[in-house]
């Protein structure tokens, strides 16, 4: 059985797919690749705009789309130093 | 009085040396976990820092205090500041230690129970506050408060240690029955003044501890 996500990884996974989709993703994207349901990505994504690790872009086909800031960026780099202090201190 | 007073003549100096790189270590471990909040807005995290933050400045009053008792400076700092009596500067120090301590220890220990409301977090200051002044041995009382809070912190990072079975976690773990065992050793002060350099050679080792889990956490 695996192991329930916690929310440090769970932005992790939505970040990562963002960034290796070419930094522009469709939420139907997002919603495939980070395994939660419709309302749970929605709330995650509402949260990540809010605090400016991600921004939301309307294409020509209006479409939403997302793409990374670098407050975004900068998550993905520090992510193992972050999960590594934030677990050794039980801080989840 | 002042803390020095407890200390046995061999150790005085060495003391205030490991106040101060007490109040550095948890200065950077504060820094690094506020660093670490400003990217992830966990409130935990916030907790966490601000506890640690509170601990640092604990230790660099207790090391700044111990250090004008040592030097006579107190006497200099009372007459250009006008306190009539060195006594009680030196008192003012121990409180000011004592208040950002089990303030610190409380915050932590709130942030472990993972309780939202805030109501809870004043039971939890308030009822050592009240201890404290109401407390005959103000000093002895405060080193009670501080074991009982470490207590719950060390269940707290011991039930990490089972859930994570990783190295850091049990560096973290270890330097947490270190130093409940320190403050432990403060406790039995009245007994005999050798437990004031145990104590602290014991919070060097859990500090040393801490700062190797950083090292790890930097490392990877």
Known sequence: ?92 | MSFVNFSPPWFLGFDILLELLFFIITLIISVFAFKVYKKTYQKSILLFATGFFLISLSYLIQSLFNFFALSKLNENICVVINIRSVLFFNFMGIIAHIIFMILGLSLLTYMTLKIEKKRSFLLILLLPTLGLIFSKDLVNTFFMYSTLFLSFLLYHFIKNYIKKKDNKSLLIASSFVLLFIGNIYFILLPTNSLFYALGHIVNLVAYILIICNFYLVLKR
């Open chain 1, 1 to 92: 059985m695996t192991k329930k996500r916690d929310r440090l990884e769970i932005i992790h996974d939505i970040l990562r797919t963002i960034r290796d989709k070419g930094n522009e993703v469709k939420p139907t994207h997002i919603l495939y690749k980070s395994n939660l349901s419709h309302q749970m990505m929605t709330a995650y994504l509402d949260e990540l705009i809010e605090k400016r690790f991600v921004i939301e872009k309307i294409d020509k086909k209006k479409k939403k789309k997302y793409s990374l800031t670098e407050t975004g960026f900068s998550y993905l780099n520090d992510y193992h130093k972050i999960k590594s202090f934030v677990d050794s201190y039980g801080l989840e």
